[in-house]
Structures are given as C-alpha cells and as structure tokens.
C-alpha cells in the first residue's frame, strides 16, 4: 500500500518546502514543522493537503505535538527527517552550547522523533537527508561533520533494530543544494570558515541544484521504491544509475 501521509521537519523552507509541494502534488497528506511560523503558512498555503505545526524539533513538547498531529492523519506514514543545524567554528574555540547545537538537531531530535512515531510507521518509511560532511570533516565545521557521522550511524541503526518490524529505513546524500544554510555560510570569511573555498569550487563547477531537484528525488525514494531496495541501497543524487527513473535530463547545469 503507497504511503498517504508524511512528516516533513525543516518544512519551512529549502528542501522541506519543496518537498511538501512535490508530495501534495502526488496525493500525499503532508504535515510540515519549523520553527518559523509565518514560513510554514506560506508552504500550507499553496495547498488543501498541506497542515503546518509551528515549533522546535529539539523540544519534547514540540516532538509531542507532531507525534499527536501524525496519529491523526491516514496511515501508511512516514518521517522525512530534513529539520538541520550547520554550526561552523573550529572545534578549540566552539562554546559548549554552540557544540551541543549540532548534536541536538541533527542526532537527538531525529532519534527521539523516531521512536516517538515508531508506533505510527508500520508500513511506512523513515527518510534521513544526510552530508558527504560526516566521511570529510572540513576545517571551521567539524561539529557539523561529527554530528552527521553520528546521524549515519543513527539511521544504520534504526535499520538494523528496525529490519523485521515493517518500517523501511534509508538515508540519502543530496551534494550541495542552494539553501538558506549554504547561503549562510558562504557568506562568512575564509577566517570564519577556512572551508569555504572547496564549497566555492563546487558552486564555480556547476555542481549544485536547487532544492526542487533534490524534492522530486526524495519523493521518488518516499513513494516509487520498493521497500527492500529503499532500505538495501546507500543513495546519492549524483550516482548516474538512478536518474533515468526520476530525472528528466542531466544533473547539473553547464557552468556559466
């Protein structure tokens, strides 16, 4: 039975917008979550099929009440865990608040979610957005990398403790995606965020997509695959095999 209704984190914008719009537009039942209200009025807006529940993942009450609108909305359910937090700083000179930023974002909240939920997922699916960060830590955004290494791990976990109950689990790397975070941190100096210079590389090379490529390829992993390639299969947007099944023509542009 296909999937009727999905949980977008991080719905407010980038990737989580898109891929709400993309999921109501194939049928779907999306509840979206972020932090900024007003944004999240926007996103449900521009569809009936589309509800918003404005808050803090990393907040139980929040996680609570995501749990309860979930319930409330017709199964086969999934998660799509896209809420992310990117904190740069070298590591010797990062705040403990500013460490535990990335760990309770992109780790804790996905885990505590997870299980919350895990009640309401039989039958459905567990998506994670992951980095190419957490193999190829980067000077001035380490707590990042180790925070997304930890998310891996998290996710192959889940799998693991998950293989036998109905709930297909999967991760897939999106590249580089022209989002508020990558903006954001691209604007910084090369003192703030030593790394910035190997990001300009790919933006200068052409390889980066806006978020509504990587929406129709997250859709096409939440509702085409099969559950046991979903699972079996460690995906990346820029892996060539897949795109005839969900892309209309190249990946990336031809740089300017």
């Not at 009450?61 to 086969?76: K, Y």
């Not at 695959?225 to 795109?243: K, L």
Request: proline fraction near 4%.
């Amino acid at each position: 039975m296909p999937l009727v209704s999905i949980l977008i984190t991080g719905g407010g914008s980038g990737i989580g917008a898109a891929l709400a719009s993309e999921l109501a537009g194939r049928g779907c039942r999306v509840l979206v979550s972020g932090r900024r209200e007003s944004a999240l009025d926007a996103v449900a807006s521009a569809s009936e099929r589309i509800t918003s529940c404005a808050g803090d993942v990393t907040v139980p009450s929040h996680r609570a009440a995501l749990t309860a609108a979930l319930s409330e909305l017709p199964g086969p359910r999934a998660i799509f865990h896209g809420a992310g937090y990117f904190q740069t700083g070298l590591l010797n000179k990062l705040s403990d608040q500013d460490w535990r930023g990335s760990f309770e974002t992109n780790v804790e909240a996905r885990w505590a979610l997870s299980r919350d939920c895990e009640r309401l997922l039989h039958g459905g699916r567990v998506l994670f957005i992951g980095s190419d960060a957490g193999a190829n830590p980067r000077a001035g955004a380490a707590a990042y990398s180790i925070a997304q290494a930890a998310s891996e791990t998290l996710r192959r976990a889940l799998q693991a403790e998950w293989a036998d109950s109905g709930i297909a689990v999967a991760g897939f790397k999106p590249g580089l995606v022209d989002t508020d975070i990558v903006r954001g941190f691209m604007r910084l100096s090369t003192e703030e965020f030593p790394a910035r210079p190997a990001y300009e590389s790919y933006v200068s090379s052409g390889q980066i997509v806006g978020p509504d490529v990587i929406a129709r390829f997250a859709a096409w992993l939440l509702l085409d695959v099969q559950a046991r390639r979903f699972t079996e299969t460690d995906w990346d947007i820029r892996d060539e095999e897949h795109h005839t099944e969900w892309c209309d023509g190249p990946l990336y542009s031809e740089p300017e």
